[in-house]
């Protein structure tokens, strides 16, 4: 079953640009995380923020959580051409429950 | 720790035919997965292992789907026998602590099965 939305499904946005990929979910959650693929491989884990968290970073990627909305967005800065993968949330809703993903949002960036 | 590591990462069989495939988890992880992705569908969790127990296996397609986890370093999941439709990407991942909160599910870098 999948819980989490991505929006938009996919974005092409010229090298140097800010991205910013939106998630949004129907249950109460525990943590919510990102993922990215790149074509032909395995999803790599990027940024965990727990439901007590609002904002968090990593280097270019800066991710927020607003449970009241049940959403969550990521912003990639500074985009790069190895940025271009599919990006997608997980959310984590109890103990007994694993993760629960969205469709994903196809990212491009265009040198 | 190389990462999570599957095998074969291309296999393409006749229809009818009996599919292995294998994984091995990140040493020290207690949770095992099993997903398989298509473009119709995305990624559906297939069956889950907890400390090589099956927890939950209500993704598991049909009975021609089958998994183990005889230990804490491999899994496999076999088809038997296989169909067309089967065709997807599988992914292993595996995790320390109930949905990933500890860090987050490591993927294996996935096999491509093509069923003809």
Known sequence: ?111 | DAGVIQSPRHEVTEMGQEVTLRCKPISGHDYLFWYRQTMMRGLELLIYFNNNVPIDDSGMPEDRFSAKMPNASFSTLKIQPSEPRDSAVYFCASSEGTGGRFGGYTFGSGTRLTVV
């Open chain 1, 1 to 111: 079953s999948q819980q989490g939305e991505e929006d938009p499904q996919a974005l092409s946005i010229q090298e140097g640009e800010n991205a910013t990929m939106n998630c949004s979910y129907k249950t109460s959650i525990n943590n919510l995380q990102w993922y990215r693929q790149n074509s032909g491989r395995g999803l790599v884990h990027l940024i965990l923020i727990r439901s007590n968290e609002r904002e968090k970073h990593s280097g270019r990627l800066r991710v927020t959580l607003d449970t009241s909305k049940k959403s969550s967005s990521l912003l990639i800065t500074a985009s790069r051409a190895a940025d271009t993968a599919s990006y997608f949330c997980a959310t984590d809703a109890g103990s007994n429950y694993q993760l629960i993903w969205g469709a994903g949002t196809k990212l491009i960036i265009k040198p």
